[in-house]
């Protein structure tokens, strides 16, 4: 077999040089990312002691900072626990099938435009993969990040997971569809479902090609819902129902423990720079700048300051409001959020018809 | 072997895989979940011959919404152990073991006999086939009346749903 794969046109065929930029790219947005998603927990704990008048992790290290270093360390060594009474390879495949699609998204977003490699002389995009269909594909990984959470609550034999589990997928089957319907007026506008090509789209006229300016009022509106159901999709606060920890101890992760715990935790965290980025994407120009046409490095430095904005939106929600009923929750999502962005879609459709 | 084939091969192995597990399993859940992985390599298999949209259409529709339907169905119903093990019917066997093997053999027949269309090579003249564009265009002008016949049935049946759910409880 190995002979075969490396046969003659495998070997003389393009890719090996393309293989190795893929190889580094990953390697280093994937290295990057796992080390931002740390220090993301770090942050959630500094600025939310911060609000509620506290200081938060501060004795691991200067000002805390080795304390996610700490963390892990921590989850490594804990005792893993698999329930007596649960189907132990659902237990055990769940957090792999909520983790894996979280980070595969990684793949498809872009983070700056080609700049070309100094003494290579080759041409290098700043994204791993260019697919035509990137927001769809990262709506199809979203969407099947879902199964690792019903099948936790499954899986774990436990009540209290199970409501967990059925409550969180049924929140994230419901705002999905706001979701989509909120962001079809930017595809309209950028006629294309390609990320690379929705964040050009936005060049120009110091932010005012932004999505979120655009055919005015229609970009504000689709913004906020985009933002709500966001919040919603990665099961956070005020929308942290699956884990409302006074109904359900901690709904579908009640019976985790150490690194299974903790890929669940990646997961969600994961799942929260892959929204912010979206937004980013959509409606804040992606990594798009001042300057960024003469400097293509300063792409993923914008890029990363807009997905800070909202990581820290995050926090912020969290640290200020108190959590929705569920009933309330999903009148939000079906009476008003999806109605909301079918009027909005309408909108966009009619100034694009008649004004542009 | 070309990289193609070999990631083929990969997924044609996941596919059948998958499809089998279907079969075999005694666990809905798992059965489902069989099914699922079969769709996901049958999604790649579209990518693979350069249908992007279709491919990332079919894990968002199949992988991603009907199939989150069976399992919230099957984890509600919760099947007990009984049901798990029904009466096995004999008789289905020696009808349903000679069906399949004609099956197979004429998807084999099929196979040697029928002329295959040369591969496709160069995958960037061929780029245009499964986009957005060309299946919109198409979506709305040569299959307009199936599109909007397609349309009227997914309505019928919503309202259908509607209606049974809403029904009165005598």
Known sequence: MPLLLFSQPFMDSPLIPLIIEWSLKIFFIFGGLMTALAYLTWFERRVLAYIQMRLGPNRVGPAGLLQPLADGIKFIFKEDIV????????????????????????????FGD?????????????????????????????????YGIVLAGYASNNKYSLMGGLRSSAQMVSYELAMVMSIIGVLLQ???????????????????QWHLFTYPPTGIIGFFIFLIAMVAETNRVPFDLPEAETELVAGFHTEYSSMKFAMFFIAEYANMVTASAMA?????????????????????????????FFLFLYVWLRGTLPRYRYDQLMNLGWKFLLPLSLVNLVLTATIALFFM | ?????????????????????????????????????????????????????????????????????????IMLLNVRDDELHPDRHKYLLYIGVP?????????????????????????????????????????????????????????????????LAKREKE
Request: proline share 5%; glycine share 10%.
């Open chain 1, 83 to 110: 329930p007596l009474d649960a189907d132990k390879f659902l237990y055990t495949l769940a957090p792999i099938m909520s983790l894996v699609p979280a980070l595969t998204c990684y793949v498809l977003l872009p």
């Open chain 1, 114 to 146: 080609k700049f070309v490699m100094p003494g290579l002389n080759r041409e290098i995009p700043l994204h791993i993969t260019h697919v035509n269909v990137g927001v769809l594909a990262i709506f199809a990984l979203t969407g099947m990040g879902v």
């Open chain 1, 190 to 208: 950028a006629g294309s479902l390609d990320l690379v090509e929705i964040c050009k789209h936005q060049a120009g006229w110091f932010g005012m």
């Open chain 1, 280 to 308: 980013t994407i959509l409606f804040l120009g992606g990594w798009m700048g001042p300057f960024v046409d003469q400097f293509p490095l300063l792409g993923p430095v914008y890029f990363t300051a807009k997905v800070g």
């Open chain 2, 1 to 73: 072997m070309t990289i193609q084939q070999i990631v083929f091969i990969v997924f044609a192995l996941i596919i059948t895989a998958g499809g089998v597990g279907v079969l075999v399993q005694r666990n809905p859940l798992y059965s489902a979940f069989s099914l699922i992985l079969s769709f996901i390599g049958l999604a790649a298999m579209y990518i693979l011959m350069g249908a992007q949209f279709l491919g990332v259409i079919q894990i968002v529709v199949y992988a991603g919404a009907i199939m989150v339907l069976f399992v919230f169905v």
């Open chain 2, 99 to 163: 069906l399949g093997l004609g099956l197979i053999a004429e998807v084999f027949y099929v196979v040697t006999r029928v002329q295959i269309a040369p591969a496709i090579t160069d995958m960037h003249a061929t780029g245009t086939v499964g986009t957005v564009e060309r299946i919109g265009v198409g979506l709305l002008t040569e299959y307009l009346l199936p599109f909007e016949a397609t349309s009227v049935l997914i309505l019928m049946a919503v309202i259908g749903a509607m209606h």
